[in-house]
């Protein structure tokens, strides 16, 4: 297995644009998070989803975040419109059961808002 | 929510010498407690991790242990090498996983 594919790598954008990130997890994985890393908050949890479903949201900082997960091995965050304090580094990871097993990275997506 | 404390925020230390990073947790329901290495411009790695039922575990230069009742777990870094140098995270799951604020581990030749 490849592992967990996210694309793009790299997105510069201007503010208010729409931003879609993409993340494919690992095969027979039932679980997918969503963190955004900076500097100032660390690695902080976004949304996670079991078996396609969105278990919690809590993370995501506003309406203008939204995640889906149509089926097991596709997702995606999507900021509308953006700004610039959106700029983080937005990993996807997956684990094979609810939390309490690995979880593995994607390489991330640098998200440059300007 | 679960809430996970680290620190220190950043370590130095000489080439062999041994690195400590400790972490507290708020909830009582966590069950496995997850270390994570990550080097400057890639993704987070697992180095190590210990469930609710075990005490302490070790691997080769790195050891964790773990303290329900007090509710902290810290990971033990021995001989250390430059090549540990990186950022270490800590982290808590009952469900999903809250990591704590990182530690920015310097290892000098």
């Known amino acids: 297995d490849a592992g967990v594919i996210q694309s793009p790598r790299h997105e510069v954008t201007e503010m208010g644009q729409e931003v879609t990130l993409r993340c494919k997890p690992i095969?027979?994985?039932?679980?997918l998070f969503w963190y955004r890393q900076t500097m100032m908050r660390g690695l902080e949890l976004l949304i996670y989803?079991?078996?396609?479903?969105?278990?919690?949201d809590s993370g995501m900082p506003e309406d203008r975040f939204s995640a889906k997960m149509p089926n097991a091995s596709f997702s995606t965050l999507k900021i509308q419109p953006s700004e610039p304090r959106d700029s983080a580094v937005y990993f996807c990871?997956?684990?094979?059961?609810?939390?309490?097993?690995?979880?593995?990275f994607g390489q991330g997506t640098r998200l440059t808002v300007v | 929510g679960e809430n996970v404390e680290q620190h220190p925020s950043t370590l130095s230390v000489q080439e062999g010498d041994s690195a400590v990073i400790k972490c507290t947790y708020s909830?009582?329901?966590?069950?496995?407690f997850p270390w994570y290495k990550q080097e400057l411009g890639k993704r987070p790695q697992l180095i190590i991790d210990?469930?609710?039922?075990?005490g302490e575990k070790k691997d080769q230069r790195i050891a964790v242990t773990l303290n329900k009742t007090a509710k902290h777990f810290s990971l033990h870094i021995t001989e250390t090498q430059p090549e540990d140098s990186a950022v270490y995270f800590c982290?808590?799951?009952?469900?999903?996983?809250?990591f704590g604020t990182g530690t920015r581990l310097q290892v000098f030749p």
């Open positions: 990871a997956s684990s094979f059961q609810r939390g309490d097993t690995e979880a593995f």
């Open positions: 095969s027979g994985h039932n679980s």
């Open positions: 989803f079991n078996n396609n479903v969105p278990i919690d």
């Open positions: 909830d009582s329901a966590s069950n496995y």
């Open positions: 210990i469930r609710s039922n075990v």
């Open positions: 982290a808590a799951s009952s469900d999903k996983l809250i």
